[in-house]
């Protein structure tokens, strides 16, 4: 009896050493092959805002202070495309201002095209959908634009195709107050034009004809019924979560997620931290984050050189304490489970928002974006459905915005129809 106990004991202890560590070490294999199958796009990083400062550099991670992204990065984390994006925060429409704001936009523009000359070995520019996958072969990281608000268009339409022109493939409409185009979700001041403006209405149909994509990420709940009424190709939401987790404006309920899907549009989740789980917003600190990110989207140019590093050393210390009870990975895939029970797995992407305030315990810059793709393994989601998560369903759409453009071109009476 003795014997046979300790005959099982040594047997099992036995099998236990071949069952579990092999497992785990096949698990890691497997999620790790399936990440670096996937095309992967995260569509909205606000980096260029950083690479307008001298000596920023996105080739060397050492060149890139306070920064989540950059090329070396991008590659270690098996991410093949990342959406600049030309970030502008809004200011009062005056004069002064959307001149300024329109200076700052072409800045951005030419540091991001400076970057893809000097560093061509690393990194090429995508217009089209299908540019992605041709980038990829080449074992380069493929850089595609948008436009986080549409402060800089400044009322004149000519604009729309102007920044077309400089690679701008989606404009997100609005910022973090109303402007030109919409209402904001996040103002705080009463609805200016109920939604989409008739300066909006162009430029969506603008942005329709040329094939850029529609982004309503920002927008009130108000402009996103409207933009998706309005705009004849299915839109994005370029840095969006889900409103039924975490209860934040910036994010969309339950029935936009559903009108976005109808339509065939997508959801790219975002991983700023408020957006993906609901925050203890009564400590000194949560106030001062708070305070921080204000700043940081709305005064950052105004701000000296030496301002700006007190304030990300200030954030640096906030980041450490706030690690503690940070959202994780498991937390953002919620999110992804919940827009798949309720829509289906074809309507949901990554939009990261790193250097615009994303990032999680677990998946802190771009280098970590392999454990995404773990813990949705983890759940049970199949290599075709992590594929479409991390790309097919952003090209899809992105696809279905340029055939638009094409129908358009051909058939010009459709832009009036
Ligand atoms: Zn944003």
Known sequence: MIKKALTLFLTSGILMSFTTVPDSDKFEKKANRIHEKCLTVDTHCDTPMLMIKPGFSVRDENKAPHSRVDLPRMKKGGLDAMFFAVFTSQKPRTEENYQKTYALANQMLDSIHAMLKKDSDLATLALKAEDLAKIEKTGKRAIYIGMENGFPLAKDISRVEEFYKRGVRYITLCHSFHNDICDSSSDGKPAEHNGVSDFGKQVIAEMNRLGMMVDV????????????????????????????????????????????????????????????????????????????????????????????????????????????DMPSVKDLCDHIDHVKNLVGVDYVGIGSDFDGGGGLMDCGDVSQFPNITKELLRRGYTETEIRKIWGGNLLRVFREVEKTAEKIKTNPHLASL
Not at 242 to 248: D, E, F, G, L, S
């Open 217 to 324: 990420s920002h927008a009130s709940d108000k402009s996103f019924f409207d933009a998706i009424e309005l705009s004849k190709a299915p839109i994005i939401a370029s840095h969006s979560s889900v409103r039924a987790i975490a209860q934040h404006n910036r994010n969309m309920t339950d029935e936009m997620i559903k009108k976005l899907a109808a339509k065939g549009g997508v959801i790219q989740i975002c991983l700023l931290d408020e957006y993906v789980k609901n925050p203890d917003t009564t400590t000194v600190n949560y106030k001062r984050i708070k305070q921080i990110r204000k700043i940081y989207a709305n005064d950052l140019d105004k701000m000296t050189e030496a301002q700006k590093d007190a304030m990300f050393k200030e954030w640096d210390e906030l980041k450490a304490w706030k690690q503690k």
